[in-house]
C-alpha cells in the first residue's frame, strides 16, 4: 500500500464521518424532529454537506488521488477503490459548494413542504419546491454532462454505469409482458374471494412479530433498531448502527410486517458489508438496483412464500387470536392477490412494476421540458388511468404519495423494477443449489443469506452492478426471472 493510497483511505474515514453524522441528523429529522426545529436542521444537514463535498475535492485530494493511482499496488480491491474515488471526484468537482449546499438546504425545506402537502392532498404547496429541485437537477446533469440524454447523469447517481438507454433496452422487454400479466392476475385475484383480515392488530403486538420476523432472518438488532415513520425506509448511521423504519395500519398486520422485511432486506445487505472497510467502495453498496434486489428478495420471494408462512403463521395466530382458525392456504391467498391500488408501496407484486413504470415515464418527460411541474397531477392521473384502468381519488394517492421527489431523487424510481428483475434472478441462481432449496423450504434461511453474503455482500462496490449480476447468476438483468416468477405465484 502506498502512502498516498494510506492517507486516501484516512481521508475517506473523516469524510464517512461527516455523512454518517449528516445521516443521523437526517433519521432524526424523519422521526423525532420538533416541526420548529426544521429550518435549523436544515442547516446542519448542509454544511455538513459542504463540509465532506470540500474534504473530497480539494486540490490535496486530488494531488492524492494522482499519487496513489500511479503507485498502486495492482490488487483487484485497491483498482476498485481507486476507480470508484475517481468517478466520484470528476462528478464532485464538477460541483461547487455553493450547489452543494443549495441542494441539501432546498431538499430539507421540500421535504417538509411534501409532508403538508401529502396531508393536505394539494400538490400546489410541495410545486414551488419541486420547480427548484427539478432546475437543480438539470444544473447539476448539465455540469456533470452525459452521453445521450441529460436523465443519464441523473441515473448514474443511484445505479452506477448505467444508461438510459440500458434501461428503456430491459424496459421494453418487460413492459408489454408485465402489463400482460397484471391483468391476467387481477382478473383471477378478483375471482378467488379471499377472506379479509380483520382488526384491530394492535401495533405493539405489531411490533413483537415485526422485530421477531427481522431477527430470524438475520437482521442484526443490536447493530440496528426499528422506528415508526411516515415513509417506511432504512439508513446506515455507521458500521453497526442500521435504521428501519416502518409505519402501521391496525386493521392490517402485514403491511407492516412485510414493510420491515422489504427495510431488513436493505439492512442485511448493509450489515453484510466488510465492516472493517467501512466509508471505502470496497464497504459499500455498489448501486439502488442491487441494493432493491436485496429489499424485494427477503420481502417477496421470502415473506410471501408458503415456506416462510408455514412457520410464522402460527406465531401470527398466537398474537392475533382472529387469526387461529385461519390456513396458510387461505392467508397466502389473502396476502397474495393481485388488485390494482393506487399506492406503490402498498401494491402487489403483480401490479407493483406498473407504478414504477409510470414514474419514469413522467420523470423523462420532466426532465427533457416535455412536462412542466404545474401539469403533474394531471399527467399522472392520465398515465394511472392507462395502466391501472382507474384515477386516483386526490393528490395524496396520486403524485404526492412518494418522498423521493421531495429528496431530489430524480432518476431513483427504475432502479425498484431492476431491483424486482435482479431479486427474481438472483432467488432462481441461489436456489439451483439443492440444498439451500431445501433449507429453503424448510424456512431455514440462514443459507439463502450466507449466498447473498458471498456473491452479493461482500464485494461492495468492487464490481459494477452488470458485472456483479454476471458473476453471480452468469447473466445480466434478464426479466424473464421474474415474468416466470409473476407467472407461477399469480396465475397457476
Request: charged share 20%.
Amino acid at each position: 500500500m502506498s502512502d498516498a493510497y494510506a492517507s486516501l483511505v484516512i481521508k475517506h474515514r473523516e469524510i464517512a464521518l461527516v455523512h454518517s453524522s449528516s445521516s443521523t441528523l437526517a433519521w432524526d429529522q424523519e422521526t423525532n424532529l420538533p416541526d420548529k426545529a426544521q429550518a435549523y436542521r436544515a442547516e446542519q444537514i448542509a454544511y455538513l454537506s459542504g463540509k465532506a463535498h470540500e474534504l473530497s475535492t480539494s486540490d490535496n485530494y486530488e494531488k492524492l488521488l494522482a499519487s496513489a493511482e500511479d503507485s498502486n499496488d495492482g490488487s483487484h480491491t485497491t483498482l476498485a477503490n481507486l476507480r470508484e474515488w475517481r468517478h466520484s471526484f470528476e462528478r464532485s468537482t464538477q460541483l461547487n459548494r455553493d450547489i452543494v449546499e443549495r441542494d441539501s438546504k432546498t431538499s430539507s425545506h421540500a421535504k417538509t413542504a411534501w409532508i403538508k402537502a401529502r396531508e393536505q392532498s394539494n400538490f400546489s404547496l410541495f410545486a414551488p419546491h419541486m420547480q427548484k429541485l427539478l432546475d437543480l437537477a438539470k444544473e447539476k446533469a448539465e455540469l456533470w454532462g452525459y452521453q445521450d440524454e441529460t436523465y443519464d447523469a441523473l441515473l448514474e447517481n443511484y445505479e452506477r454505469g448505467a444508461k438510459t438507454r440500458d434501461i428503456i433496452s430491459i424496459f421494453n422487454r418487460f413492459q408489454p409482458a408485465i402489463i400482460s400479466l397484471a391483468s391476467d392476475a387481477v382478473a383471477k385475484s378478483s375471482s378467488n374471494n379471499p377472506r379479509k383480515l380483520e382488526g384491530p392488530f394492535p401495533v405493539e403486538k405489531q411490533q413483537e412479530l415485526n422485530r421477531a420476523v427481522a431477527q430470524s432472518i438475520g437482521f442484526d438488532l443490536h447493530a440496528g433498531r426499528i422506528d415508526t415513520t411516515t415513509h417506511p425506509f432504512c439508513t446506515t448511521l455507521g458500521p453497526s448502527d442500521v435504521r428501519l423504519t416502518t409505519r402501521y395500519y391496525e386493521q392490517d398486520f402485514t403491511t407492516s410486517l412485510l414493510g420491515v422485511m422489504h427495510e431488513a432486506g436493505h439492512g442485511l445487505y448493509e450489515q453484510g458489508l466488510l465492516e472493517s472497510n467501512f466509508g471505502l467502495p470496497s464497504g459499500s453498496a455498489i448501486s439502488l438496483g442491487i441494493h432493491e434486489s436485496q429489499s424485494l428478495l427477503w420481502e417477496a420471494h421470502v415473506g410471501r412464500s408458503i415456506a416462510f408462512w408455514q412457520h410464522w403463521l402460527p406465531k401470527a395466530q398466537e398474537l392475533f387470536p382472529q387469526l387461529r382458525d385461519w390456513t396458510v392456504e387461505e392467508f397466502l391467498q389473502t396476502i397474495n392477490q393481485a388488485t390494482y391500488s393506487p399506492i406503490r408501496v402498498d401494491a402487489d407484486e403483480a401490479t407493483y412494476d406498473l407504478h414504477v413504470l409510470l414514474r419514469f415515464n413522467i420523470e423523462r418527460q420532466l426532465v427533457r421540458g416535455d412536462l412542466d411541474v404545474k401539469d403533474i397531477p394531471a399527467a399522472w392521473n392520465e398515465s394511472f388511468e392507462t395502466y391501472f384502468n382507474m384515477r386516483p381519488k386526490s393528490d395524496s394517492e396520486g403524485c404526492l404519495q412518494d418522498i423521493h421527489w421531495a429528496m431530489g431523487g430524480l432518476g431513483y424510481f427504475p432502479t425498484y423494477t431492476l431491483g424486482n428483475l435482479n431479486a427474481s434472478q438472483l432467488f432462481h441462481a441461489a436456489t439451483q443449489d439443492a440444498s439451500i432449496l431445501n433449507s429453503y423450504n424448510k424456512a431455514d434461511f440462514t443459507p439463502l443469506l450466507q449466498w447473498m453474503r458471498k456473491e452479493i455482500h461482500s464485494h461492495g462496490s468492487t464490481l459494477l452492478p452488470q458485472d456483479l449480476m454476471v458473476q453471480a447468476t452468469g447473466e445480466s438483468t434478464n426479466p424473464s426471472h421474474h415474468l416466470k416468477h409473476l407467472s407461477n405465484r399469480f396465475l397457476k
